[in-house]
């Protein structure tokens, strides 16, 4: 069974990038856009305050008609914050991504962000737990 630990030591990019509440909502999607990714964590006193993805700027900045550059992202940022540990299951991860409707979920252990996982990453880990199971019967058939 595959844990958010070992979907993060196998990320490729393992960078963590945050913004601060107060940040401008322009900043916030300046970083999203440089480093290719769809959310950012909000962090306050290095603590988990929010977190800021593209689906909130589009639905509380372009369809409200506010601007960018003088919202802040506390206006507009998820605040009741799901987050995992790295001892949860991918499974799990992804039952709560599916019924909570969830693309990103901050991995947090004594109030540490440790990292971030995307929809993306946790498919790729159930997919490769799969195929090792299918490698596994085929071995096991074929004696």
């Known amino acids: 069974m595959t844990t958010v630990k070992n979907v993060l030591s196998d990320k490729s990019n393992s960078a963590i990038f945050t913004i601060r509440?107060?940040?401008?909502?322009?900043?916030?999607?300046?970083l999203m856009a440089e480093k290719g990714i769809g959310a950012v964590i909000v962090t306050e006193n290095n603590k988990v305050v929010g977190i800021f993805s593209e689906?909130?700027?589009?639905?509380?900045?372009?369809l409200m008609e506010r601007t960018s550059r003088e919202t802040q992202v506390n206006e507009i940022m998820t605040s009741n914050v799901i987050t995992v540990t790295t001892s949860m299951s991918v499974e799990n991860c992804l039952n709560l991504m599916t019924e909570k409707h969830l693309r990103h979920l901050p991995v947090v252990e004594d109030e540490q962000l440790l990292g971030l996982?995307?929809?993306g990453d946790l498919v790729k880990a159930a997919m490769d737990d799969q195929k090792k199971l299918?490698?596994?019967?085929?071995?096991?058939i074929s004696g």
Do not use: N
């Not at 689906?55 to 372009?62: A, E, F, G, I, S």
């Not at 299918?134 to 096991?140: S, V």
């Open 21 to 30: 509440p107060t940040d401008t909502v322009f900043s916030a999607i300046k």
């Open 55 to 62: 689906r909130d700027y589009t639905r509380k900045v372009v």
């Open 117 to 119: 996982v995307s929809i």
């Open 134 to 140: 299918i490698d596994q019967l085929q071995q096991y």
